[in-house]
């Protein structure tokens, strides 16, 4: 088969290309920012890349286009092979036409914690001997790959809540129809496609309804709005974690231990580097689901003392004259204040300077603006990258005093953050984006001192 895949550069549709071409499809694409490092990515496996979306494309005449979700009508591409009629599909629906069928999924969804509890999952059944298959939301350092075809029989998913195309409004994770799901948790995100917590609550809803009665759920038995999703109807078993009865962890000692429960009987011991209670909440979803595909419990905590994480999961970036930065992919308030806290617990009394780019379509609208400044309280400095939004970024981190500030010029940020860091500090960049490539910048100043 020959595709082409429109908005290729993706994370996501980058990895359907990978999977493409392992399969032995012919794989070209295009996007409207064709750049490193998914460009060299997918240069590298022979994926022809073409920038921007020009009509004169229908002439490479794949057998299908694979459209992503950035893709919107008035797109000179999209327009022309509509206007002729022809064949395109979404690239959730190719991926699961092509590629999960016919394998044992494991999807994981919920707001948070999607792309680390998807990394330690594939982790332990690739220690187990399984080989599996991936496509992740982010890089996994144990692969250095987003995406993998894998030789065995089971394929995990991270599995994002986000609309499937222009065509297609429901979650994309609707059509990956998994034998094993995770939900790490649910809040209200994505306000640019989500009116309110309920519209995603329906989408989950939904996810649950394609469910085998022989398959498993694994949800977090502390949220209430995963308890209300299973309320209106749920035709699978289910294993809570962090709920009494269910998978529970105790607490982590100073050497990165703790004991893993269910119903109340110890399953094994976790020694690893990691750090925070949300990554020990992704763990036990993550052991229940290796478990349920038939990996023991002792061989999932086994994994864990050499599981990497992710790139861009408190990644420590470099420490310059004794200056840490690290960079996070944290842009929602709930998990703003879930890294620092985990990076409190590994710093202790040393100042935390938090710089946040609120670069997220939910945080470019504003709408999680009253909660910012709370989830930013546990940094000693809080500096904020404040261009092309609109609504007043240092009225809503002024509850925060004289230790917040806010900068609309990457380069007076740098010079700042610069300026007022000192041996002992942590740098913790967070965003969902490149940032300006502020991470070596500053890195770059740092060295100047």
């Not at 059509?175 to 994505?190: G, K, M, Q, R, W």
């Not at 009116?195 to 809803?205: P, Y």
């Not at 780019?357 to 940094?379: D, F, H, I, Q, Y």
Request: hydrophobic share 45%.
């Amino acid at each position: 088969m020959r595709i082409h895949i429109l908005g290729i550069c993706g994370t996501f549709m980058g990895g359907i290309a990978a999977l493409a071409k392992a399969a032995g499809h012919a794989v070209t694409g295009c996007d409207a920012n064709v750049y490193p490092p998914m460009s060299a990515q997918l240069e590298a496996q022979g994926i022809r890349l073409i920038e921007g979306y020009g009509a004169d494309q229908v002439s490479l005449k794949p057998d299908v286009f694979v459209i992503g979700n950035v893709i919107s009508r008035g797109n000179a591409l999209m327009e022309e092979i509509l206007n002729h009629g022809l064949p395109y599909i979404s690239g959730p629906q190719w991926l699961a036409e092509n590629v999960l069928r016919g394998r044992q999924v494991l999807a994981v969804a919920g707001t948070h914690g999607k792309t680390t509890t998807a990394a330690m999952l594939v982790w332990m059944l690739e220690h187990a001997g399984l080989k599996p298959g991936f496509l992740i939301g982010g890089v996994p350092q144990n692969f250095d790959v987003s995406a993998r075809l894998g030789d065995g029989f089971c394929f995990v998913v991270e599995a994002d809540e986000y609309d499937t195309a222009f065509f297609d409004k429901r979650s994309k994770f609707v059509h990956y129809s998994p034998h094993t799901a995770i939900l790490n948790n649910l809040e209200f995100d994505h306000a640019d496609i989500f009116a309110d917590v309920a519209a995603i609550e329906t989408q989950f809803h939904h996810l649950v309804r394609t469910i085998p009665s022989n398959g498993l759920i694994v949800a977090n038995g502390a949220d209430e709005a995963l308890r209300r999703v299973l309320a209106r109807g749920c035709w699978t078993p289910v294993e809570y974690f962090a709920a009494a009865g269910g998978w529970q962890a105790g607490a982590q000692s100073y050497d990165g231990r703790f004991e893993v429960s269910f119903d109340g009987k110890p399953q094994g011991e976790v020694k690893w580097e990691l750090l925070g209670v949300c990554n020990q909440l992704n763990a036990l979803a993550a052991i229940a689901a290796a478990r349920h595909a038939g990996v023991a419990v002792v061989k999932s905590a086994a994994a864990l003392a050499t599981f990497k994480s992710v790139k861009r999961r408190l990644e420590l970036r470099g420490t310059v004259n004794g200056v840490a930065v690290y960079d996070d992919f944290a842009h929602h308030p709930t998990a703003i204040r879930a890294t620092i806290a985990a990076l409190r617990g590994k710093v202790n009394e040393s100042r935390i300077l938090a710089v946040l780019e609120p670069r997220s379509n939910t945080m470019k609208l504003g709408v999680m603006k009253n909660e910012l400044a709370a989830s930013l309280a546990g940094a000693e400095q809080v500096f904020c990258y404040g261009a092309g939004l609109g609504w007043d970024v240092a009225a809503a981190l002024a509850p925060l005093g004289a230790k917040a500030q806010v900068h609309d010029d990457i380069a007076r940020l740098v010079a700042t953050i610069g300026d007022a860091a000192k041996s002992g500090d942590h740098v913790l960049i967070m965003s969902n984006g490149g940032f300006g490539g502020i991470h070596d910048k500053l890195l770059a100043r740092l060295r100047q001192v």
